[in-house]
């Protein structure tokens, strides 16, 4: 399971260097063998790089990355939504459907700052490059994306949220838990996630996590879902500042125009899941279809 991670990462690495290079010539639409002579690789090496991610060309990947694309995306997720929200589910066709179960914060465990509370933390190799990941006996409270192995950024993130909490580093265990995360497509053992936050940031994650897999939506959709369309800025806001990457998808929200938006982990990370999430859910469909 290490090895194949570490190649996962070692992938993830060289579709960054790539998609990094087709965003900057997209009006171009490079080739194939124009791409793979840029970046220093052979033509059958870029293609087995693609086809393992996502079953296409780099052009065609790009192609699922556009403005325009985007917007087409918006407009076929609507009714998908609308009714997933009706019904109070994310959706019977998810590909990749993790069972969460949310625990928030007490406002006693709050106010403690995390006293007597232990937090397990390690690092580990996924396919959007290294990840952070902390969690107490109740569940995740800490997933963060970061550019260098050990990197102490999101260690400090987590000392600052509970300056009084014993964290310890456990690398084991961090590393089952991204591997559960981002290797354990359908499985049937639920995920927990600790969650701090206002009750309003709470309901923010909480609607994000209804989001089918390869759809998109945009901030205004979302602020209607938890209060009315006045509060775009506000949960804006409460996106930015999920502390949970990937497992609640705020990567799936974009402008109503079609643009992306930020992201905190990185806008051609939030790209790469975009699009990777756009063909599998393209391909499924067709596969249902024949």
Same mark, same amino acid.
């Given at each position: 399971m290490e090895q194949h991670s570490l190649q996962s990462?070692?992938?993830?690495? @060289?579709?960054?260097?790539?998609?990094?290079?087709?965003?900057?010539?997209?009006?171009? @639409?490079?080739?194939?063998?124009?791409?793979?002579? !840029?970046?220093? &690789?052979?033509?059958?090496?870029?293609?087995?790089? #693609?086809?393992? $991610?996502?079953? =296409? %060309?780099?052009?065609?990947f790009l192609q699922y990355l556009t403005l325009q694309r985007a917007q087409q995306q918006l407009a076929e997720s609507n009714s998908v939504l609308e009714l997933a929200y009706d019904l109070g589910l994310s959706s019977a066709g998810r590909l990749y459907d993790l069972f969460v179960n949310i625990a928030a914060v007490t406002p006693g465990e709050a106010k403690s700052l995390g006293a007597g509370i232990q937090i397990f933390y390690g690092w580990g190799p996924t396919p959007f490059g290294w990840a952070f990941v902390a969690s107490t006996t109740r569940g995740i409270c800490q997933l963060s &994306?970061?550019? !260098?192995?050990?990197d102490s950024a999101p260690l400090?993130?987590? /000392?600052? +949220? $509970?300056?009084?909490?014993?964290?310890c580093l456990d690398e084991? *265990?961090?590393?089952?838990?991204?591997?559960? =995360? #981002?290797?354990?497509? /359908?499985?049937?053992?639920?995920?927990?996630?600790?969650?701090?936050? !206002? /009750? &309003?940031?709470?309901? =923010? $994650? @909480?609607?994000?996590?209804? *989001?089918?897999?390869?759809?998109?939506?945009?901030? @205004? #959709?979302?602020?209607?879902?938890? %209060?009315?369309? /006045?509060?775009?800025? +506000?949960? +804006?806001?409460?996106?930015?500042k999920n502390p949970i990457a990937f497992i609640i998808p705020c990567h799936r929200v974009i402008r109503s125009s079609g643009a992306l938006g930020g992201y905190r982990w990185g806008l051609e990370r939030k790209q790469l899941m975009m699009g990777r999430e756009a063909v599998f859910s393209e391909r499924a469909l067709n596969d249902r279809a024949s």
């Open positions: 990462h070692r992938e993830y690495q @060289q579709i960054s260097q790539a998609m990094a290079y087709l965003l900057e010539h997209q009006q171009q @639409q490079p080739e194939l063998a124009e791409l793979s002579a !840029t970046l220093g &690789f052979s033509e059958s090496h870029m293609q087995r790089l #693609f086809s393992r $991610w996502v079953g =296409v %060309s780099p052009k065609r &994306f970061c550019e !260098t192995e050990h400090d993130e987590l /000392n600052k +949220a $509970w300056p009084k909490a014993q964290c084991t *265990l961090g590393q089952q838990l991204l591997s559960q =995360v #981002f290797d354990g497509g /359908n499985s049937q053992q639920p995920l927990s996630l600790w969650l701090k936050g !206002t /009750n &309003f940031q709470l309901q =923010v $994650w @909480q609607a994000l996590l209804k *989001l089918p897999f390869g759809s998109l939506c945009s901030y @205004q #959709f979302l602020a209607e879902q938890v %209060s009315s369309s /006045n509060a775009t800025r +506000a949960v +804006a806001s409460a996106v930015a």
